[in-house]
């Protein structure tokens, strides 16, 4: 039996003296071990204690996390895996988690409260309502469509709702805050709120889009899934908690400092406002969002459960390393007061920690959304600069083959994309043809479809994939 480890930290602050300044929406595992996480420094060294959060949800399964929150007075617990050792504190910034209902009217008459003054969102990213294929909104999403009419129902509904009752009551508009993993991100949440106003109220979209800030920002802390392991750990804390958070040591947080109506001083706890978002996220998304789809789906075919284990793999290792070094990093552009390649060799280091046990699955969950945002942009890049495509359309291809629901050893691959039904034929489909595959998915690929270069390293990898198996056309890779 594992032995009880040290009781966690508790709030270094009388939660009693919080006021609430912020509603996120999205009270998920990242949320609750990144920006909550800062908040509470920030609040235990006496600032901006007016700035607690209200959590809220616009889901139905989020009322199962406001009932475990509510059980506990919405205190967090978040478990840092340090090699170094274990530690856990109670994490006191939220406040209250709104009901979850399907018209939002809680979450509205929220936001419509003049202390309001942020709305954060961390609703995954495929969460927007993008069109892959063109990067910008997508009105047709049936949930936009349903939504169109009378805007309420999805989180950019109800950001459009409070919005418009604001404006009414000659509130000052709050600013739309993104904390996912997105290019871009404020400039998609805008695209977002902004085009659904627009379906229904013209004036109104036109008005938002003058007067509501939408900062862009960088965020980045591996955060694994919640399951029996983190409840247990959680225990030998002294703590009976049905949804504690683990995560690794390491956290960034950079953000534009475009906050109309105020902002919590989070600069003083390690947070960097920049003009320059833009280059630390591109060089984040390409080379840690872009280097976890890298490794994910040879671990998942060759049947490695946890992402340490595929970094201690040579092959996998030695695959991420060369597709990283000659495929990603010479198109990542310059970063202020960072140095590209120690920001990897981190990454690798990050990436390698055993505590974390993050799981491969996890890292393979939802391609269809993730290859366009991490990895395609990539193949863009280097095909214009006339470089190596070789390993990123291995990349892609490793993708197509774990879609076709086996490992290399016959293992059942249980669906592990929303778009697994439409995915898993067409990957099937692409083992005698794999052109199907890249004309299947225009959403995903784009233009990079059409590219002969591409589709030639594409078809050439997946074939092999399929005659060799994983591990032969990793080492053919790898060997040049």
Not at 49 to 76: F, H, N, T, Y
Not at 198 to 215: C, E, G, K, Q, T
Not at 318 to 345: A, H, M, Q, S
């Amino acid at each position: 039996m594992d032995a009880p480890l040290p009781a966690p930290t508790l709030p270094a602050y009388d939660r009693n003296s919080l006021t609430p300044g912020i509603v996120h929406i999205g009270l998920g595992n990242f949320h609750r071990a990144h920006m909550a996480v800062y908040l509470d420094d920030l609040f235990a060294l006496g600032e901006s204690r007016d700035w607690a959060i209200l959590g809220a949800g616009v889901r139905a399964p989020d009322a199962a996390m406001r009932q475990a929150m509510k059980a506990q007075e919405c205190l967090s617990t978040i478990i840092t895996l340090d090699p170094a050792g274990k530690s856990a504190r109670r994490v006191g910034a939220m406040i209250d988690f709104l009901p979850v209902e399907a018209d939002n009217k809680s979450l509205i008459a929220a936001m419509t409260r003049p202390e309001i003054r942020i709305v954060s969102l961390t609703v995954t990213e495929g969460g927007y309502f993008i069109n892959p294929a063109t990067g910008q909104f997508d009105p047709t999403d049936p949930a936009i469509v349903a939504d169109a009419r009378d805007p309420k129902a999805t989180a950019f509904g109800a950001i459009v709702a409070a919005l418009r009752a604001r404006r009414a009551a000659n509130i000052p508009p709050f600013t739309v805050m993104s904390c996912d993993n997105l290019p871009g991100n404020g400039q998609v949440t805008q695209a977002a709120v902004v085009g659904l106003a627009r379906l229904s109220d013209p004036a109104l979209a036109d008005w938002i889009a003058a007067h509501v800030a939408f900062p862009n920002g960088m965020v980045d802390r591996i955060t694994p899934a919640t399951g029996p392991r983190e409840r247990a750990l959680a225990e030998r804390f002294g703590l009976a908690d049905p949804v504690p958070v683990t995560c690794e040591p390491f956290r960034q947080w950079v953000l534009e400092d475009n906050f109309p109506q105020g902002r919590p001083a989070l600069e003083k706890v390690g947070v960097t406002f920049t003009p320059h978002v833009h280059a630390y996220e591109m060089m984040k998304i390409r080379i840690l969002n872009g280097g976890h789809a890298t490794i994910a789906y040879p671990g998942g075919l060759m049947g490695v459960e946890y992402v340490h284990q595929a970094m201690a793999h040579p092959l996998i290792l030695g695959f991420l390393n060369k597709v990283e070094t000659e495929e990603i990093i010479p198109y990542v552009p310059p970063v202020p007061d960072t140095v590209i390649p120690d920001y990897y060799k981190l990454i690798v280091q990050r990436f390698s920690n055993p505590e974390i046990a993050d799981t491969e699955r996890r890292l393979c969950l939802d391609g269809s959304n993730r290859q366009p945002k991490f990895i395609v942009p990539s193949i863009r890049d280097a095909l214009a600069a006339g470089g190596s495509i070789t390993g990123l359309a291995l990349v892609s291809a490793l993708w197509c083959r774990y879609c076709a629901g086996t490992q290399d050893d016959g293992t059942e691959i249980p669906p592990n994309d929303p778009n697994w039904d439409m995915l898993q034929p067409l990957a099937l489909s692409a083992r005698v043809n794999p052109q199907l595959w890249l004309d299947g998915l225009r959403t995903v690929y784009g233009e990079v479809a059409d590219d002969t270069r591409f589709a030639a390293a594409f078809g050439n990898a997946l074939r092999q994939l399929w005659d060799q198996g994983t591990a032969a056309t990793l080492t053919t890779y790898i060997n040049g």
